[in-house]
């Protein structure tokens, strides 16, 4: 139930990865006190970018569930826990990265070693992977009643990065200060190139559809690659190399930038290994982040194109294969208990373009999505003025003023509604 807690958790994970211990967890909201329901949402919502999560509260003065405090805790919580069960693959992926390689959890300085990273101005935010960059609320800076807040020293390395949540880009070697962090929000960046394995929300892994399999993909300027791990979960036949590889590759135009081309290819080449169990038969799904609809969706299997068409009906949008669609306000806000204030807050994503193909044998089979067109212009980059705008979310905001300003959805306890904070 302090902040203190976080705040010297933070360095600790980092350091025990430095250590050779990339397996590190602690107890939520921590294993005495309690009672601080901004505390317990920001330590669920941090760990979500953390190789594991646990619940102790022996010596507590009340529980440290995630629905301990009732609502909107219980919905925010709830919504970082299936995003974690999201991340399953890519979390996975870098485990086994870490047996040999760099620990999950990375101190900046193990992938932009500089004058800045090799001190403690960074000891308060760490990498998650090769691709999340995560800057906790580890303290109360500006805080409202409602726990809503600001982060301060926010360094982002060189390259470009990508509010996660609203799809703001960022250019990299700068400090963000005053970076708004309602409840719900954890600041949490994406590089520029990444590719990330994801599955869909779970309660835990017997509900994992082996079947399926998504890449969610931030195309930036140069390629990139990144190799899917999996095995069995449960044995260590993983030491008689039982386990499977996927290599993911991203290539913008090799003839220009890709911010004029717009035309960036993503390859999955055929999985190679296997293990007991296994399932090869897999839906793929792209989900490619944009802001503009592109002028050409191409998808090969083993070099033989697929017919794609577009899913016009949310049945198709949700299970049809062989289907393209272009999402232009993905909502975040999916897992709220239902009927309670929260779940009537509306939290928008950047725009995606899916495609998701239909199932094939992914040993022997190269996957292509070409995708010409691509464009990514977020609406925040033409900000024009500053000001102050509230108003109930469901009353809902001209789209003039989203184009023309940030908005941020933040939560009032209080008033138990949800309003918009333009800056």
């Not at 979390?91 to 870490?98: F, G, K, M, Q, V």
């Not at 960022?170 to 590719?195: C, H, M, S, T």
Request: net charge neutral.
């Amino acid at each position: 139930g302090q902040w203190e807690y976080i705040r010297f958790h933070i360095p600790t994970y980092i350091g025990a990865g430095l250590s050779g211990m990339p397996n590190i967890t602690s107890d939520v909201d921590g294993i005495f006190g309690g009672g601080n329901l901004p505390v317990n949402v920001r330590d669920f919502e941090w760990k979500t970018f953390t190789p594991m999560q646990l619940n102790m509260d022996g010596w507590g003065t009340n529980p440290k569930y995630p629905h301990a405090f009732g609502e909107p805790a219980t919905s925010i919580n709830r919504w970082y826990l299936k995003l974690k069960s999201e991340l399953l693959p890519y979390t996975y992926s870098i485990a086994h990265e870490a047996v040999d390689g760099k620990p999950m959890i990375r101190a900046l300085f193990l992938d932009y070693p500089n004058r800045y990273t090799l001190g403690k101005a960074t000891q308060y935010e760490f990498l998650y992977g090769p691709s999340f960059l995560v800057a906790p609320i580890y303290k109360e800076t500006e805080a409202d009643k409602q726990g809503n807040d600001i982060r301060n020293g926010i360094y982002l390395p060189e390259g470009q990065w990508i509010d996660y949540f609203n799809g703001q880009t960022y250019e990299g070697g700068r400090i963000l200060n005053q970076f708004d962090a309602p409840l719900w929000k954890l600041p949490v960046f994406v590089k520029a190139g990444a590719i990330i394995p994801m599955t869909k929300p779970n309660n835990n892994v017997s509900e994992i559809d082996k079947g399926f399999r998504a890449y969610e993909l931030y195309p930036g300027t140069t390629n990139t690659t990144f190799t899917e791990y999996d095995d069995d979960g449960t044995t260590v036949d993983y030491l008689k190399n039982k386990a499977a590889r996927t290599v993911i590759k991203m290539e913008p135009n090799p003839k220009g930038n890709l911010r004029e081309s717009g035309h960036v290819t993503v390859t999955v080449e055929p999985t190679q290994g296997s293990f007991d169990g296994m399932v090869k038969e897999k839906v793929t799904e792209f989900r490619l982040n944009a802001t503009a609809e592109p002028r050409s969706v191409k998808a090969r299997v083993n070099g033989k194109k697929v017919k794609l068409r577009e899913a016009k009906t949310d049945e198709e949008r949700a299970t049809a294969t062989n289907v393209y669609y272009f999402d232009a306000a993905p909502e975040l806000n999916r897992f709220a208990t239902p009927g309670s204030a929260f779940a009537k807050m509306s939290v928008k994503k950047n725009p995606q373009l899916i495609v998701r193909l239909a199932a094939t044998d992914v040993t022997t089979s190269a996957i292509e999505l070409d995708v010409k067109g691509y464009q990514y212009a977020p609406a925040d980059s033409l900000l024009r003025s500053t000001g102050t705008l509230s108003a109930p979310a469901g009353a809902g905001v001209p789209d003039s003023c989203r184009a023309a300003y940030s908005l941020t959805p933040k939560w009032d306890l209080q008033a138990n509604a949800d309003y918009y904070e333009v800056a």
